[in-house]
């Protein structure tokens, strides 16, 4: 009877365990803002201020909007791009499908309540954006 009961609680406490644990999909809803853009590319000296402004304007103008049923709004420089997305299982991949058809997959490399880290490799340069998830804002 002892064995029985034990096996019991032992369930009881797995089903809890397992129903607390958070879906990490639910941590990349919100709206988010981007913090940093680095790239992996050499950029010759003549460029490289340009290069600079145009990622703080990138930056500053920058807005992403993600939902809870799969759907994103991003704008970046007065540009909106619409789709939808998916987080894998295991929170290390995250695919954006575009109105258009064209997607593209990122490596997740942060996720937590108020951070995102993607890269994604573009034409030889891996980029890296760091999101900040702005306050209360939560869709």
């Known amino acids: 009877m002892k064995t029985s009961g034990f096996l ?4 009881l406490i797995s089903i809890f365990v397992v129903s607390c644990k ?7 809803v919100g709206e988010w803002k981007a913090a940093d853009i680095a790239y992996s590319q050499e950029i ?3 460029i490289k201020q340009k290069l600079k402004e145009t990622l703080d304007e990138m930056k ?3 807005l992403w909007v993600i939902n809870a049923d799969g759907t994103f709004t991003k704008t970046i420089l007065e540009e909106s791009s619409i789709g939808k997305w998916v987080l894998s299982p295991d929170a290390k991949k995250l695919t954006l499908t575009y109105e258009d058809g064209n997607s593209e997959v990122s490596d997740v490399v942060e996720l937590t309540n108020s951070k995102l880290v993607v890269s994604i490799e573009i034409n030889d340069s891996k980029n890296t954006i760091t999101w900040e998830k702005q306050a209360n804002k939560k869709k």
Do not use: H, N, Q
């Open 22 to 28: 958070k879906d990490p999909s639910g941590l990349i």
């Open 44 to 46: 010759s000296p003549d």
């Open 60 to 62: 500053a103008s920058s």
């Open 8 to 11: 019991a609680a032992l369930l």
